[in-house]
């Protein structure tokens, strides 16, 4: 199983891109899917996360600006990000718990990061 994300790049203070991130593989079912970032310096955190059953949970710092969404047809993930700030600079992580096609459990998985710098 792997994850492929895109879309990261640089952005001024403001502006918006989206990411997404693909999983491909012997996929049976995926569970939880969502987006981590780390800031240098920094423990790596949880930006948002949808859950199989349609449910989300975001990070306090980024309500409001930052919106997870999920193709469960084409096991792809993808996080909208308007209005970034430059505190919002990190890489971002895409991260699924996966359970494989003939495999009883569910295995936690993390993409390449991709940078985002939100800067002037």
């Known amino acids: 199983v792997q994850l492929q994300p895109s879309g990261g790049g640089l952005v001024q203070p403001g502006g918006s891109l989206r990411l997404s991130c693909q999983a491909s593989?012997?996929?049976?079912?995926?569970?939880?899917m969502g987006w981590y970032r780390q800031a240098p310096g920094k423990w790596r955190e949880l930006v948002a996360v949808?859950?199989?059953?349609?449910?989300?949970k975001y990070r306090d710092s980024v309500k409001g600006r930052f919106t997870v969404s999920r193709d469960n047809a084409k096991n792809a993930v993808y996080l909208q990000m308007d209005s970034l700030k430059p505190e919002d600079t990190a890489v971002y992580y895409c991260?699924?718990?996966?359970?494989?096609?003939?495999?009883?459990?569910?295995?936690?998985?993390w993409g390449q990061g991709t940078q985002v710098t939100v800067s002037s």
């Open positions: 949808s859950s199989s059953n349609g449910s989300t």
């Open positions: 991260n699924a718990d996966i359970v494989r096609i003939g495999v009883r459990s569910a295995y936690n998985y």
């Open positions: 593989g012997r996929i049976f079912k995926i569970n939880d």
